[in-house]
């Protein structure tokens, strides 16, 4: 099978994620929670992925990188452990539920509002995001890249026209890996990463990291190895919010993976910007077929099919292609309620690095042949 539902978890991991992944299972030990020699080692090597992370996306401090079990479980972390009663947030209709369900479970619960930023002429402009912005305000929330069309918002933009006390938060699941996401140089404030994608890693691999200016409360309580005469959670980072054994496994595969995208990331964008612009080009010739996308380094090509529902067409291009691809509302729905494409969704492929235009040339020879 082709595989190209790289937009939802990597298919193809390189050889040192593997390779340290398979060394991790090799030596069981639990990281940082014992002081035999093999647990602090296993430790150490957590502590170089922290620095690691930090250093690769700009965080003010190690301490405050966070590991967690998902993108998803980050954003919950930010967005629950930061937002109090009578906060107002700013969205936009590029989210994924990941940041709209937090978002509208606290609003349900009468503790925050929160309005959304829509598209204007196709895309989302900064002005749009900074016009809702209230006396209230506590933060905005924007993705990095829309998991539907591949769209990077400017958060560089966005930031400069919110005021200073507006906090930014970024969801890294779709972008971190193929463009530039600086905490430092861009003012994000909290940035959720989902290994699992563009850093190369395997599922299971995630990260919160914050600034200075954010002090979120823990969602879970538990052991951390620290403070242990303390009933209370520990109140330093990154303790405060890991509780629980961490997964070495997936931390050290994250290391790996990030070394990976600090030395080949512009390389690596550069392909997949090539690799969907030429399937942008060659697709609006095919007949039927509607292109739904703009070239993007995040690999992603989305579509519809005039007289096939999306799901539908998904099928057909696994079944009898042997390509998969991913159809429906890929969990934004918003974004579909903008591009018209509600409640059928659309096809969307998505390329990672490790491919090109052979696989780029049985989709469209798949999609003429429908």
Excluded at 150 to 157: F, Q, S
Aim: hydrophobic share 45%.
């Amino acid at each position: 099978m082709i595989y190209l539902d790289n937009a939802a978890t990597g298919g193809e991991k390189p050889a040192s994620v593997k390779g340290a992944v398979a060394a991790a299972l090799e030596s069981c030990a639990n990281p940082g929670r014992s002081g035999h020699r093999l647990s602090l080692a296993l430790a150490q090597r957590v502590l170089d992925c922290r620095i690691l992370l930090a250093e690769l996306f700009g965080c003010p401090s190690f301490e405050r990188v966070v590991f967690t079990a998902s993108c998803t479980e980050a954003l919950n972390i930010l967005l629950f452990g930061t937002l109090s009663k009578g906060d107002h947030v700013v969205t936009t209709c590029l989210e994924h539920n990941s940041v709209l369900r937090p978002l509208e479970a606290l609003a349900r619960a009468g503790i925050i509002e929160y309005d959304v930023a829509p598209l204007v002429n196709g895309r989302l402009l900064p002005e749009s995001v900074a016009a809702l912005v209230r006396e209230e305000t506590r933060a905005a929330v924007v993705t990095s890249a829309s998991n539907v069309t591949g769209e990077t918002p400017d958060l560089a933009a966005i930031r400069s026209l919110l005021p200073e006390r507006v906090l930014l938060f970024a969801d890294g699941a779709q972008g971190a890996g193929h463009i530039p996401l600086r905490m430092d140089k861009t003012g994000i404030d909290g940035l959720a990463l989902a290994g699992h994608k563009g850093l190369c890693a395997i599922q299971g691999a995630a990260a919160l990291l914050f600034s200075e200016r954010v002090s979120p409360r823990p969602l879970l309580y538990g052991g951390t190895g620290s403070m242990s005469f303390d009933l209370g959670m520990p109140d330093f980072y990154p303790d405060r919010l890991e509780s629980g054994t961490l997964s070495y496994p997936a931390v050290v595969s994250l290391f790996e993976g990030a070394l990976l995208v600090k030395e080949h990331r512009r390389e690596w964008a550069e392909k997949l910007f090539s690799v969907t612009a030429a399937v942008h080009s060659a697709m609006q010739a095919i007949p039927r077929v509607r292109v739904r996308f703009s070239p993007n380094p995040c690999g992603i090509v989305s579509f519809e099919h005039e007289s096939i529902p999306s799901e539908e067409a998904a099928g057909i291009l696994s079944e009898r292609f042997g390509i998969a691809v991913r159809g429906g509302l890929h969990c934004a729905p918003l974004m579909h309620r903008a591009l018209g494409t509600f409640p059928d969704g659309l096809v969307r492929a998505s390329f990672s690095p490790f491919q090109g235009m052979r696989e780029a040339d049985a989709l469209l020879a798949a999609l003429r042949a429908m």
